[in-house]
Structure formats: C-alpha cells, structure tokens
C-alpha cells in the first residue's frame, strides 16, 4: 500500500525580511501568534511552536510514519532538527533588536527511539549562557511522560541582523 502527504508553506522571504526589526522574543512570538508565516521546515515535518519566553522555546510533532528510517523508527535527523529548532529559538528570543544568530555547533545524543506509537514530543530549549559574539544553549526531547529521548547542546553566533 503506498502512502502520500501532502502539505503547504508560506513565503519563507516574510519572516525573513522580519529578522531584526524587532526584538527576538517578538519575531518568535509573531510566529506563535500567526502574524509571520513559520519556517517550511515546519511544515514539512509538522513541526510546531508551541511556547517562546525570553531564553525559553518549545516545539512539538506527533511522530509519524513519515518521520521513519529504514529500521522502523524516527530518523535522527528529525531528533536533529527539532533539538536545534528549539535550542536556536530559545537563543533567538534573547536577542535585541537588530541582532540575529545562526547555529555554529549542534551535539546529539539519542537515548531513546521514537515511533508512531510514541505520541506527542516536545522539545524544550533552554539558553545556558550569552555573550556578545556567543551563545549556549541546550534542548531535551521529551516523550508525553516527560521522559528523556534525546538531548542536544548548541554554540551559536551572534551578529548584526541583515538589513533589507
């Protein structure tokens, strides 16, 4: 039996052109609210901010077969990338105006596999330290019973907002 998906995004140029207009925690929370469209790799994993707060940020997927390896469970990759979505955001909400940010370094460990049974996870990101040119910052991906699937740490740099 073949399986298909199919789903939308929005014009990623939007919230990029948003980027340093205002304050980190106010882009991040223009997405939350629906006022800019959310990145298309939300979209393409069903991936969805669920809570931003300054040095705080939260996503959440309902894993699904489309989420799978070879071997029957969630990819890594996806683990990857919802542990850097949330550790990123949890930085970017710190910012001020006019100052964006971009993973330098992102260090995985999966304890626990996730499949489509598993039900809801979340991953919570939190800063741990910031500086000027640097931030550090961590992310747990958490099962429904808040138990501990994987967990990240990530360096990211710190620099002037594009400007349009």
């Known amino acids: 039996m073949e399986r298909s998906r199919t789903y939308d995004w929005n014009d990623p140029a939007i919230s990029a052109a948003a980027v340093g207009q205002g304050s980190g925690l106010h882009f991040l929370r223009e997405i939350l609210a629906g006022r800019l469209p959310a990145p298309p790799i939300a979209a393409t994993l069903g991936m969805d901010l669920e809570e931003v ?16 390896n070879p071997i029957g469970s969630v990819h890594g990759g996806v683990y990857a990338t919802m542990l850097d979505s949330a550790a990123g955001c949890a930085v970017q909400s710190t910012l001020p105006q006019a100052v964006a940010y971009t993973t330098l370094d992102l260090t995985v460990k999966l304890l626990r596999p996730i499949t489509s049974d598993t039900g809801k996870v979340r991953a919570v990101g939190r800063v741990i330290s910031s500086g000027r040119r640097t931030a550090l910052a961590e992310a747990q991906l958490l099962d429904p019973a808040d138990r501990l699937l994987a967990h990240a740490t990530s360096s990211c740099m710190l620099f002037p907002a594009p400007t349009a």
């Open 53 to 68: 707060d300054h040095g705080h940020a939260v996503f959440s997927l309902v894993p699904g077969e489309e989420h799978y």
